[in-house]
């Protein structure tokens, strides 16, 4: 290859492979900023550390010198920018109204502006810093009864709020839900080495041997994040709903991008199929909600295929409307015309959203067929007494109606039973 080819527009370099970092080849005319520790912008923000990254962006530990804190600093791809809705949707929840109670746990703008690079113009968004994600946080262990009922309670309220400003989230799962530490925003640049480690600087290099151009850094960064043990946070924490990147105003519906196991099924069925709107966040949301109270998926899904969607939604909550029954196809493969399962087996080992909930997967809790018996029972779990765990199944159940019509609002699960006695409670 002759250097007029290297040097052409439409030439893209290939880099040696560097793992836990973003694509290296997404460095290019409309992809990814260039960025470096120490590279100040906006005349304010000042990078010292990597937080994360997607596939349209990078999210960079920036000190703000004018307001002498720790922020987020998000740096969108370049050719992005045009068709990225979550500036706009950040935008709308940051001039909503400020005596919305559930506005202090969603995320929102601290400030936005653009940078021009070898690559293009970036949109750059600056936000809080959170700690981790509720997923992150409860990987490997359960929350404390009292820390999952502040954070329920935060997160229909942050939905409220994000409902009334006419967005839908459509991706409210666990990992989209951060965990604000304050500490975070005032502490030094040591103090947050001490707590997460220096930045992991790897040189980047051309697998053909040649320089690198200015469209690439020098070097990349792996990301780090503030972890936190599930069983250290306290009940004074705050949750943040994040990540708008695929969600819309109610008015311009699209499709529903969540994973599988939290979709609902009118994004799945032909029969349901429509404008997806703010009853899919509210059958994400119960989920999620049992996420919290349980470290793992409320539905169990073989693979992402409608009929194994139906089989895990069947098995948690029972038989669907006779109109949905009747356009499943696959339903005679695996259920009798009653909804009851062909194999006595496989229905020894269903078990409902309650049982589900309350740790029971087997003969006294022991772990059965669905799990290995180290997610307590309630017997376990003495701050939540009987009538708060019927409360909180009933308002699960009301989320995961399969009619997305028969579902509460938000404004719904702000006066619910478990809502009123034990969520607002929870948060006094």
């Excluded at 970092?21 to 912008?41: A, C, I, M, S, W």
């Excluded at 820390?147 to 229909?156: D, E, K, L, S």
């Excluded at 199929?273 to 049992?290: E, H, Q, S, Y």
Aim: aromatic content about 10%.
């Amino acid at each position: 290859m002759d250097s007029s080819t290297n040097n052409s527009d439409s030439f893209q370099p290939i880099y040696n492979l560097i793992t836990e970092v973003e694509t290296l080849e997404q460095y290019r005319k409309g992809g990814y900023h260039p960025v470096h520790l120490g590279d100040v912008f906006h005349d304010r923000y000042q990078v010292f550390h990597k937080i994360g990254f997607g596939s349209y962006s990078t999210v960079w530990l920036a000190y703000d010198t004018k307001d002498c804190r720790n922020v987020a600093l998000k740096v969108t791809g370049a050719d992005f920018m045009e068709n990225d809705p979550e500036a706009e949707l950040l935008q709308t929840l940051t001039d909503g109204d400020d005596t919305h109670t559930g506005k202090r746990y969603v995320n929102t703008l601290l400030d936005k502006f653009f940078v021009d690079g070898p690559n293009g113009r970036h949109l750059c968004l600056v936000m809080d810093v959170a700690a981790m994600s509720v997923m992150g946080a409860r990987s490997t262990e359960g929350f404390e009864m009292t820390t999952a009922r502040v954070m329920m309670a935060q997160a229909i309220l942050a939905l409220s709020y994000v409902h009334s400003c006419g967005i839908v989230h459509a991706d409210l799962t666990s990992s989209n839900m951060l965990i604000q530490y304050p500490d975070i925003a005032t502490m030094t640049k040591d103090e947050v080495y001490k707590r997460i480690g220096n930045p992991e600087v790897i040189p980047i290099t051309r697998i053909d041997g040649q320089p690198l151009g200015p469209e690439s850094p020098r070097y990349a960064v792996e990301p780090r994040c503030f972890l936190l043990p599930a069983t250290k946070l306290l009940q004074n924490i705050e949750i943040t709903i994040s990540d708008f990147g695929v969600g819309f105003k109610e008015s311009e519906p699209q499709e529903l991008l969540t994973g599988a196991c939290s979709i609902p099924p009118e994004s799945v069925l032909i029969c349901q199929k429509g404008p997806v709107g703010r009853p899919a966040d509210i059958w994400t949301l119960a989920c999620t909600l049992f996420n919290i109270v349980q470290p793992e998926d409320l539905f169990v899904h073989w693979s992402p295929e409608p009929d194994d969607l139906m089989i895990g939604w069947i098995t948690a909550i029972g038989k669907p409307p006779q109109e949905v029954w009747d356009a499943w196809e696959g339903k005679s493969e695996h259920f009798n015309e009653d909804g009851s399962y062909k194999d006595s087996e496989i229905e020894d080992m269903v078990k409902s959203v309650e049982q589900r909930l309350r740790g029971i997967y087997g003969p006294e809790g022991d772990g059965g067929d669905f799990g290995n018996g180290s997610f307590p029972s309630v017997d376990n779990r003495s701050d939540f007494s009987e009538e708060e765990w019927q409360a909180l199944i009933a308002l699960l159940m009301s989320m995961l109606k399969w009619d997305p019509s028969d579902r509460p609002t938000a404004e719904d699960l702000l006066k619910s039973k478990w809502m009123v006695e034990f969520g607002y409670p929870a948060l006094e």
